[in-house]
């Protein structure tokens, strides 16, 4: 419904993590695009957003989570209008989809850090070493059925691109089976490699 109201341009997704202490480390803002289903294809990071949205995003989701006095991990996911404004979309308390990536290409994945922050530790880096993508697994159109991976050796055998399977047994349509982090020197080889791994790998069944 909201998004049928908003003149947004881009979906961004900010991970921030809060600690007993108060705390908060933020990851790089991601751009998520999405297929004629509505649901995230790619997530890319960084976005190809203003170094001043880039600040406001993160500065808006520590805002977030701080006045929430949450423990933990947060998504917030926004809309950036026409004119620069950010409106908070939604939120997910827990390690989430726009996070996926870190495991691959921040020095401290966001799954460390859901960790170190409920124990209340010291927050990890959330810098990255590398550019990244990821992009969802989802069941196709018209196959329902024991899952097969078609393709999936052909990405395997690609530089910097990893598979994550959710050992769900059955596929059917637009179904959630999996994602691929894929990570590259800069945003603009990554998408390139982003794209081909996508058309290079299909969930079908058997």
């Known amino acids: 419904i909201a998004e049928d109201l908003v003149p947004f341009v881009k979906e961004l997704s900010v991970i921030v993590a809060r600690n007993e202490n108060g705390d908060t480390a933020v990851y790089p803002t991601v751009e998520c695009e999405f297929n ?44 950036l209008l026409k004119n620069g404004e950010l409106l908070v979309n939604e939120i997910a308390p827990r390690p989430h989809n726009s996070g996926h990536h870190t495991i691959e290409i921040a020095r401290c994945s966001q799954f460390e850090q859901h960790l170190r922050a409920i124990l209340n530790l010291p927050l990890g ?15 196709e159109k018209n196959y329902e059925g024991p899952v097969h991976y078609q393709g999936i050796e052909k990405i395997m055998a690609l530089p910097g691109v990893h598979p994550h399977l959710y050992g769900k047994t059955q596929t059917k349509p637009f179904r959630k089976m999996g994602h691929i982090t894929i990570s590259a020197p800069d945003i603009t080889e990554v998408r390139t490699l982003a794209q081909k791994v996508k058309n290079s790998i299909k969930v079908i069944s058997k």
């Open 36 to 79: 004629d289903a509505n649901l995230v294809e790619f997530l890319f990071s960084p976005a190809d957003i203003s170094t001043e949205t880039e600040e406001k995003a993160k500065n808006l989701a520590i805002d977030v989570i701080s006045k929430l006095d949450m423990v933990g991990l947060l998504a917030v996911e926004l809309f």
């Open 125 to 139: 880096d959330t810098t990255l070493h590398s550019a990244g993508a990821m992009l969802n697994l989802i069941g």
